[in-house]
Structures are given as C-alpha cells and as structure tokens.
C-alpha cells in the first residue's frame, strides 16, 4: 500500500471539492494513484470541480499578438513569483520580445525559444530571463506558448482584463479580417469564460483512453439498470460529455440556444471551421 500524504489528500481535495476523509479513502482504494482517486469518487457520485489543466501556478502575465491582416497569431504566458514583478517594466519588456520571436520565428517548443536571439541585446532568450531574474530576484518561466498561422482563414484572441487569462483561436474563412477579428474575440471571451473549457475543437481529438474512462464511469452509474438500456442511456452521457467539451458542440455563452458551430457559421460563411484554440489562465 502506498503512502498516503496530507499533501496528497489536500491536492485532491482542491481538485475534486470532496471532503478530506473522503479524498483519503479514495486515494487508499486507488493505492495513491491520483487519477484513480477522482474515478473513485466520480463512481461514489461524489461531484468533480472542474479539472485545472489550463492553469498555471503563481503570478505572472499571458500575452498576446496578431499579425496584420490575422492571419498569424502568438501567445506567451510568462510566470513569476509575485504580482509586483509581473508589473515592471522589465517584465514587460522581456515578455513582449518572447512574444514577438514566438511569432516570428515559429519555436517547436519552449527549450527551442530559449535558444533564439534576443533581438533587444543579441543574447538568447535563455539568456535574457537569466538576467532578469538575477536582477529582479525572482524565479521566472516561460509556462507556455502557442501560434497559429493560417493563410486560408483567421486567428483572433481576447486577454483578459488582469491579464492572467487568455485565449487564442484559429479558424478557417472567407470572411473578411475586420468581420472576422470582431467575432474571434468573442470566441475567445467565450473559451475563458466557459465552464467547463473547452478541450478541443472536435471529438477525434479526445484522446481515446479518456473516452474509454468516461464510459467505464457511466457503466458503473448504470449498472442495475436492464441490460437492453445501459448502452443507449451510457452512449447519451458520453454525447453530453462531448457536448460540454467540444468547442464547436458547446453552447455559445452569448445565446444558449444555439452551438458555437452554428453561431461560426452564420457569423463567417458557411464551412467556416475551427482549426485550433488556446486557453491560458495563470494563477487561481
């Protein structure tokens, strides 16, 4: 049996809302194995909160930038200790170059822009916030970053007024850039705001193991119904599932009669598509 600490018992409480006793025998009946713990309490029918990917921990600031005529976008969240460093200058000023060489010049990865010059002093970006947090004494990181290019549509963003969230989304259109930039910052406000997040932007892209977790979950809450019902009533949950998740199946924040897909569609032009989204938020 595998140790069972108060931190472990505390994480989960965060995670999932339950009581401290409860977290502790979940985690005992899953031999300490997080994920097995929240299935267990999903399968007690105790309520989940809302799962915190998108977060990241601290203070700090997500950035964003759009290209003339968005057709290119970037995002650069920039994590620190404290909210008075996320406020210097400094800061700023080493953020907005981090963000400008994420669309410039297409990093694969973190590791990757670490190595890119520094356009302000020809050191690399590495470099850079090394020296900054010599100076400013504080930890600081790159938490995570993402660009979108598309020639045959349009990418738009929305950052939050205490710019600790944001989004950043890509779609394929023929509408027009204004038209398109206005709708895309609702897009955008929508992901931020919408409980639960949005997890992709359709169902092939949910990961075939969380599928499969989803429906082991129903089948346990169905399991004394009659045999000949327990697929149907398991196959309607998982639609709703999707429908919760999937960008395009959701319900549009600002009409809850119609799905983001349709709202997309009578706003840019029949086949518009989604071809990527963002969704950052640093900090609680």
């Known amino acids: ?14 995670r999932t809302g339950a009581g401290l006793m409860e ?24 309520k989940t909160a809302e799962k915190k990917a998108s977060r990241e921990m601290g203070e700090g600031r997500v950035l964003t930038w759009i290209a003339p005529k968005s057709r290119v976008g970037a995002l650069v969240a920039l994590t620190c200790e404290t909210d008075f460093v996320a406020n210097t200058e400094d800061f700023n000023s080493l953020h907005a170059e981090i963000v400008q060489r994420v669309a410039h010049d297409n990093p694969a990865s973190v590791d990757a822009l670490l190595l890119l010059k520094d356009s302000r002093n020809g050191q690399t970006i590495g470099e850079s916030i090394k020296l900054f947090v010599g100076k400013l004494g504080e930890n600081t990181s ?23 969230k944001a989004a950043l989304v890509c779609v394929t259109t023929d509408a027009d850039e204004d038209k398109a930039s206005a709708f895309l910052k609702q897009v955008c406000q929508h992901i931020v705001s919408k409980v639960p997040a949005p997890l992709a932007t359709s169902r092939d892209a949910i990961p075939a193991n969380e599928v499969e977790r989803e429906r082991a979950i129903y089948l346990e ?35 809850d009669t119609k799905t983001v897909q349709k709202v997309l569609e009578e706003t840019l032009g029949k086949g518009s598509k989604f071809d990527g989204f963002s969704n950052v938020r640093i900090g609680k």
């Open 142 to 164: 790159v938490a995570r970053i993402q660009r979108y290019e598309n020639m045959k549509g349009r990418v738009g963003t929305y950052v939050h007024h205490d710019k600790k």
């Open 23 to 46: 977290c502790k025998r979940a985690l005992e009946a899953s031999n300490g194995d997080i994920e097995g713990a929240v299935d267990h309490l999903r399968k007690s029918g105790l």
């Open 1 to 14: 049996m595998a140790e069972i600490t108060s931190e472990m018992v505390r994480n989960l409480r965060e």
């Open 221 to 255: 809450e169905v399991k004394d119904k009659p045999a000949a019902m327990q697929e149907k009533i398991v196959q309607g949950k998982l639609d709703k599932f999707f429908a919760d998740v999937i960008l395009p199946e959701q319900k549009w924040v600002f009409d």
